[in-house]
């Protein structure tokens, strides 16, 4: 809905927007569906005029739709696969992370996302070379711990170090700061900065509901506006760069099945294309061997519920014990 | 590229209206001014010259950004992170196999939980840890101070009292046996009452004086630099009785943790939370869990120290 302004387009002059404001036609889409002989006769404008302004509006504000085949050439020219680094998890997303494409990685606190993150950039950084955004609302983004995986990766300093400086950190704690700390990776990529932000591949956030969470719920609506804000932010940063987008999110229990689903409710759920939910131990005071696991919810390519064991501590990670009570 | 005008900071009610007027980006309301504004949507002049304000912050703020320039934003590559974080001190416990276990002792700049159940000494180690963050740089402390808020009342200043002389005891020992220069200087602020007297400690008796309490600790600690430790001894307590809407408690929650994250991150200090416990019933049997939920919002980062219960304190 933009606003009828002069200088909008070549013949639009200001008292014929006076005219059709009087006559209650204030934005292109009042004007564009109007009848153009009433508008004429009412604000007594040229007809003629009316109808290039029309057509003027049409040509700029318009979408043009594109056919299926020019959209998949298009595709299969600009959609790169990054690997994330962890093979079963590839296999769980056929092939690896897609660009131009939104995927989630739900769980539990302590069930590996973070972590995931960290083996994804790590990859990316060091395999590909790419330049990654790491945008961290937790605090949790620990560089000892990437450089550990690294370490792990490739024996050369020069290579680990070179990787660590293409992994670009930024912390936002609020919605607000998020949103114009991915403004401004738009604006990088759009002006081409090649020294910020050279071949960008992938952005990570940990975690949407961090920020997200303290806004929705109760009577208000507000919360809601502002996650499909940043909904669109992402979508757009993914298909109009080709990037690969990763976001992290909690986790709730269904209410009637009792099964866990990611939190952020149903509006959410529309926005990534893949979501993955992690599950790790059940806490890490009990004494459990079980690894963890990786299982599909939501996928355009894969059936739903794969599931995969998941190796994420074996880059020498010390596990903590928990200090058990001495007889 | 502009911003558009869902994602600046205005109040929801201003928002609705610019929105249903057909603004959408940033350079839309800078270009109307505050009198077009104000005309259009029907506030008052005052309003639309604040809300024009905010947005021509935004907007500078976006510009001096992309232009180089770094502000107070936290951005930074992993290297120069990874460098910060070889350089950064830990709190000691005084307890080796404590220290261990930490990897060093309490983090700074990260939050860490302390669970136990009740008696098994969490209070107590909340204030060693407030009396160890005063140790000198020499003697491989941090040299902070320590803000201790107490939600149950259960601080006691005679045990700190011990505990900062006893501290102040072992230093000098440490002095005695190496007889450094800057040991011997550093001893001489390091007493009982300069200890005392920098531990800064308030007193919330519910939820809601929680809350203001760390919402304005952002401002206290702008005066008070030098502090490196924020201990709540007590952080399910105030939330866990007297609360009919369990998801106006999640969401004061995590407003909280995200509140305390930004004091860890950008005060360079540790956050230390006790919380207690609780018993999860399952099929057979019973397991004691920490409270206010396995998802709470604060299990989102941060260390978590468990202690058995009936045992030794160690």
Known sequence: MVVLRAGLCPGLTEEMIQLLRANNIRTVVDFVSSDLEDVAQNCSLSYKALVAVRRVLLAQFSAFPSNGADLYEELKSSTAILPTGNPSLDQLLDAGLYTGEVTELAGAPGSGKTQVCLSIAASVSLGLRQHVFFLDSTGGFTASRLYQMLQARVEDKEEQLEALQRVQLVRVFDIYEMLRALHEVRDCLSQQVESSAGPLKAVLIDSVSAVLSPLLGGRQSEGVAIMMQLARELKTLAKEFSVAVVVTNQVTRDSSTGALKSALGRSWSFVPSTRVLLQGRAAPWEESTAPHTACLAKSPRQPTGMQVQLDIGSDDLQEQRPVTPTP | ?314
Not at chain 2, 145 to 153: L, S, Y
């Open chain 2, 1 to 314: 590229m502009q911003r558009d005008v869902g994602s600046l900071p205005l109040s929801p009610a201003l928002r609705v209206r610019l929105l249903a007027a057909g603004f959408q980006t940033a350079q839309e309301l800078l270009e109307t001014g505050p009198c077009g504004l104000s005309k259009e949507i029907g506030i008052s002049k005052e309003e639309a010259l604040e809300a024009l304000q905010v947005v021509r912050q935004e907007c500078a703020g976006d510009a001096a950004k992309t232009a180089g320039g770094s502000g107070s934003t936290r951005k930074c590559t992993a290297l120069e992170l990874l460098e910060e974080e070889q350089a950064q001190g830990f709190i000691i416990t005084f307890c080796s196999a404590l220290d261990n276990i930490l990897g060093g002792g309490v983090q700074l700049t990260k939050i860490t939980e302390i669970c136990g159940a009740p008696g098994v000494g969490k209070t107590q180690l909340c204030m060693q840890l407030a009396v160890d963050v005063q140790i000198p740089e020499c003697f491989g402390g941090v040299a902070g101070e320590a803000v201790f808020i107490d939600t149950e009342g259960s601080f006691m200043v005679d045990r700190a009292a011990d505990i900062a002389a006893a501290c102040v005891q072992h230093c000098q020992l440490i002095a005695e046996a190496h007889q450094e220069e800057d040991h011997l200087k550093a001893l001489e602020n390091f007493s009982l009452e300069s200890i005392l007297s920098h531990i800064y400690y308030f007193r919330c008796r519910d939820y809601i004086e929680l809350l203001a309490q760390v919402y304005l600790l952002p401002d206290f600690l702008s005066e008070h630099s030098k502090v490196r430790l924020v201990v709540i001894d007590g952080i399910a307590f105030p939330f866990r009785h007297d609360f009919e809407d369990l998801s106006r408690r999640t969401r004061l929650l995590n407003g909280l943790a995200q509140q305390l994250i930004i004091i860890a991150n950008d005060h360079k200090s540790a956050v230390v939370l006790t919380n207690q416990m609780t018993t999860r019933f399952g099929q057979n049997q019973s397991t004691l869990v920490p409270a206010l939920g396995r998802c709470s919002a604060f299990a989102l980062c941060m260390t978590s120290l468990l202690f058995g219960m009936g045992s030794k304190k160690q």
